[in-house]
């Protein structure tokens, strides 16, 4: 069982998930609100703007998948932001985000950072953004 949570993990996400956040972060560097932000910032920020059912608001160095900063986080909450991106391989970054809301603002964000480490060099390595 383990063997196969661990095998998604390493999915790469999913196609129409690379599309949207390339996209997304070409059209933003665009707007002057985003001049001398760097790819993964405005990448970070597209994440937080999606709303519970995956869509945009109007408005407004380690081998571990989850940032450095959550490893001394309980087993528990490890484990969640590693089942999070299981769920975005899966299932859509959008989904795993919705998921990601009912929890704690700390697994938000990690959640967040995780996708940002694992998409935005993704991105950069098939030409999707500059």
Do not use: C, W
Request: net charge neutral; proline share 4%; glycine share 8%.
């Amino acid at each position: 069982m383990q063997e196969h949570a661990s095998s998604r993990r390493e999915q790469e996400f999913r196609e129409h998930d690379l599309e949207r956040f390339a996209g997304e972060i070409e059209r933003r560097r665009g707007r002057p609100e985003y001049r001398g932000m760097g790819g993964e910032e405005i990448l970070k920020k597209s994440l937080r703007e999606l709303n519970p059912e995956g869509e945009k608001r109007e408005n407004g160095g380690s081998v571990s998948l989850i940032p450095d900063y959550a490893a001394s986080a309980s087993p528990e909450t490890k484990q969640e932001i590693e089942h999070l991106l299981d769920v975005a391989s899966r299932d859509g970054i959008a989904h795993a985000d919705t998921l990601a809301r009912k929890s704690s603002a700390f697994v938000l964000d990690a959640f967040h950072d995780a996708v940002v480490g694992r998409l935005y060099p993704e991105l950069k390595r098939r030409g999707k953004i500059k």
